[in-house]
Protein backbone atom coordinates (compact mmCIF):
# COMPACT_ATOMS: atom_id res chain seq x y z
CA UNK A 1 0.00 0.00 0.00
CA UNK A 2 1.33 3.16 -0.86
CA UNK A 3 1.19 5.80 1.49
CA UNK A 4 -0.05 8.77 0.62
CA UNK A 5 2.37 11.97 1.13
CA UNK A 6 1.18 15.09 2.57
CA UNK A 7 3.00 17.97 1.63
CA UNK A 8 3.93 19.01 4.59
CA UNK A 9 2.88 23.35 5.55
CA UNK A 10 5.59 25.29 5.70
CA UNK A 11 5.13 27.33 8.63
CA UNK A 12 6.68 30.63 6.73
CA UNK A 13 3.79 30.15 4.74
CA UNK A 14 1.65 30.28 7.23
CA UNK A 15 3.26 33.30 9.11
CA UNK A 16 2.72 35.02 5.95
CA UNK A 17 -1.15 34.37 5.56
CA UNK A 18 -1.60 35.75 9.27
CA UNK A 19 0.41 38.91 8.82
CA UNK A 20 -1.18 39.76 5.21
CA UNK A 21 -4.35 39.06 7.00
CA UNK A 22 -3.49 41.09 10.04
CA UNK A 23 -2.93 44.08 8.44
CA UNK A 24 -5.79 45.47 6.65
CA UNK A 25 -6.91 45.11 10.24
CA UNK A 26 -3.88 46.95 11.53
CA UNK A 27 -4.20 49.72 9.16
CA UNK A 28 -7.95 50.11 9.79
CA UNK A 29 -7.09 50.24 13.45
CA UNK A 30 -4.08 52.23 12.54
CA UNK A 31 -6.44 54.97 10.53
CA UNK A 32 -9.52 54.91 13.23
CA UNK A 33 -6.83 56.26 16.30
CA UNK A 34 -5.29 58.60 13.95
CA UNK A 35 -9.18 59.48 13.55
CA UNK A 36 -9.57 59.75 17.49
CA UNK A 37 -6.13 61.47 17.58
CA UNK A 38 -7.20 64.38 15.68
CA UNK A 39 -10.19 64.56 17.30
CA UNK A 40 -8.96 65.09 20.69
CA UNK A 41 -6.23 67.44 19.46
CA UNK A 42 -8.99 69.46 18.20
CA UNK A 43 -11.18 69.20 21.62
CA UNK A 44 -8.05 70.18 23.65
CA UNK A 45 -7.49 73.46 21.49
CA UNK A 46 -11.32 74.10 21.41
CA UNK A 47 -11.05 74.02 24.95
CA UNK A 48 -8.00 75.87 25.85
CA UNK A 49 -9.42 78.85 23.35
CA UNK A 50 -12.55 79.01 25.51
CA UNK A 51 -10.14 79.04 28.87
CA UNK A 52 -8.15 81.58 27.03
CA UNK A 53 -11.14 83.65 26.63
CA UNK A 54 -12.68 82.71 30.04
CA UNK A 55 -9.16 84.05 31.41
CA UNK A 56 -9.40 87.21 29.17
CA UNK A 57 -13.42 88.18 29.98
CA UNK A 58 -12.74 87.55 33.34
CA UNK A 59 -9.66 89.67 34.09
CA UNK A 60 -11.39 92.47 31.76
CA UNK A 61 -14.30 91.83 34.10
CA UNK A 62 -12.15 92.22 37.30
CA UNK A 63 -10.57 95.60 35.87
CA UNK A 64 -14.42 97.39 35.49
CA UNK A 65 -15.34 96.12 38.59
CA UNK A 66 -12.21 97.94 40.32
CA UNK A 67 -13.27 100.65 38.18
CA UNK A 68 -16.29 101.17 39.55
CA UNK A 69 -16.32 99.77 43.13
CA UNK A 70 -17.07 102.97 44.88
CA UNK A 71 -19.92 103.92 42.38
CA UNK A 72 -22.12 104.20 45.18
CA UNK A 73 -19.81 105.90 47.27
CA UNK A 74 -19.32 108.85 44.62
CA UNK A 75 -22.78 108.75 43.72
CA UNK A 76 -23.70 109.68 47.15
CA UNK A 77 -21.22 112.56 47.32
CA UNK A 78 -22.68 114.25 43.78
CA UNK A 79 -25.40 115.95 46.28
CA UNK A 80 -22.70 117.38 48.53
CA UNK A 81 -20.73 118.55 45.75
CA UNK A 82 -23.87 120.25 44.04
CA UNK A 83 -24.93 121.89 47.49
CA UNK A 84 -20.68 123.22 47.52
CA UNK A 85 -21.57 124.73 43.89
CA UNK A 86 -24.22 126.76 44.39
CA UNK A 87 -22.53 128.00 48.08
CA UNK A 88 -19.58 128.75 45.83
CA UNK A 89 -21.84 130.64 43.10
CA UNK A 90 -24.08 132.16 45.89
CA UNK A 91 -20.51 133.50 47.19
CA UNK A 92 -19.18 134.95 44.34
CA UNK A 93 -22.29 136.72 43.64
CA UNK A 94 -21.51 138.73 47.71
CA UNK A 95 -18.39 139.38 46.48
CA UNK A 96 -16.35 140.34 49.83
CA UNK A 97 -17.70 137.73 52.05
CA UNK A 98 -14.90 136.47 54.96
CA UNK A 99 -15.29 132.96 54.12
CA UNK A 100 -15.52 132.84 50.85
CA UNK A 101 -11.97 131.99 50.07
CA UNK A 102 -11.57 129.18 52.84
CA UNK A 103 -15.01 127.75 51.98
CA UNK A 104 -13.24 127.87 47.71
CA UNK A 105 -10.58 125.91 48.89
CA UNK A 106 -12.89 123.22 50.65
CA UNK A 107 -14.72 122.87 48.06
CA UNK A 108 -11.45 122.38 45.34
CA UNK A 109 -10.01 119.66 47.72
CA UNK A 110 -13.71 118.05 47.71
CA UNK A 111 -13.65 118.25 44.21
CA UNK A 112 -10.29 116.73 43.93
CA UNK A 113 -10.35 113.99 46.09
CA UNK A 114 -13.53 112.72 43.73
CA UNK A 115 -11.46 113.14 40.39
CA UNK A 116 -8.49 111.15 42.28
CA UNK A 117 -11.63 108.00 42.44
CA UNK A 118 -12.08 108.73 38.79
CA UNK A 119 -15.29 110.84 39.18
CA UNK A 120 -15.20 113.90 36.04
CA UNK A 121 -17.17 116.29 35.10
CA UNK A 122 -19.31 115.69 31.83
CA UNK A 123 -18.88 118.14 29.53
CA UNK A 124 -21.91 120.17 28.31
CA UNK A 125 -22.06 123.48 27.37
CA UNK A 126 -25.02 125.82 26.20
CA UNK A 127 -25.18 125.55 22.12
CA UNK A 128 -24.80 121.84 21.79
CA UNK A 129 -26.74 119.57 20.41
CA UNK A 130 -29.47 118.19 22.67
CA UNK A 131 -28.25 114.47 22.78
CA UNK A 132 -30.17 111.63 24.69
CA UNK A 133 -27.94 109.22 24.99
CA UNK A 134 -25.94 111.86 27.08
CA UNK A 135 -28.35 114.52 28.37
CA UNK A 136 -31.41 114.42 30.73
CA UNK A 137 -33.82 116.88 29.36
CA UNK A 138 -36.00 118.36 31.99
CA UNK A 139 -37.97 120.61 29.89
CA UNK A 140 -38.05 122.45 26.42
CA UNK A 141 -39.04 125.67 25.75
CA UNK A 142 -39.68 127.98 22.66
CA UNK A 143 -36.35 128.59 20.52
CA UNK A 144 -35.94 131.79 20.07
CA UNK A 145 -34.57 130.94 16.37
CA UNK A 146 -34.19 128.34 14.45
CA UNK A 147 -30.80 127.88 15.31
CA UNK A 148 -31.64 127.41 18.66
CA UNK A 149 -33.84 124.02 17.89
CA UNK A 150 -32.74 120.81 19.33
CA UNK A 151 -30.10 122.80 21.54
CA UNK A 152 -29.30 123.10 24.56
CA UNK A 153 -30.65 126.36 26.16
CA UNK A 154 -29.19 126.11 30.00
CA UNK A 155 -27.85 123.55 32.03
CA UNK A 156 -29.72 122.86 35.43
CA UNK A 157 -27.28 120.48 36.79
CA UNK A 158 -23.85 119.16 35.64
CA UNK A 159 -23.02 115.61 34.79
CA UNK A 160 -20.97 113.15 36.34
CA UNK A 161 -19.01 110.11 34.92
CA UNK A 162 -17.02 107.29 36.29
CA UNK A 163 -14.40 106.25 33.90
CA UNK A 164 -16.66 106.02 30.57
CA UNK A 165 -19.84 105.16 32.56
CA UNK A 166 -22.45 107.98 32.95
CA UNK A 167 -23.31 108.25 36.43
CA UNK A 168 -25.76 111.25 36.50
CA UNK A 169 -26.82 112.53 32.95
CA UNK A 170 -26.69 116.95 33.01
CA UNK A 171 -30.00 118.02 33.29
CA UNK A 172 -30.39 120.75 30.61
CA UNK A 173 -33.31 122.92 28.80
CA UNK A 174 -33.94 122.20 25.19
CA UNK A 175 -34.99 124.75 22.02
CA UNK A 176 -38.00 123.24 21.07
Do not use: W
Amino acid sequence: MAKKVVPKKDPEVKKEKKIKETKPKAVGQNEELKQSLEQEKEKYLRLFAEFENFKKRTAKERIELFKTANKEVLSAMIPVLDDFNRANQQIEKEKGAVDQEGFQLIYNKFFDVLKANGLTQTEVKVGDTFDPEIHEAITQIPAANDKEKGKLIDIIEVGYQLGDRIIRYPKVVVGQ
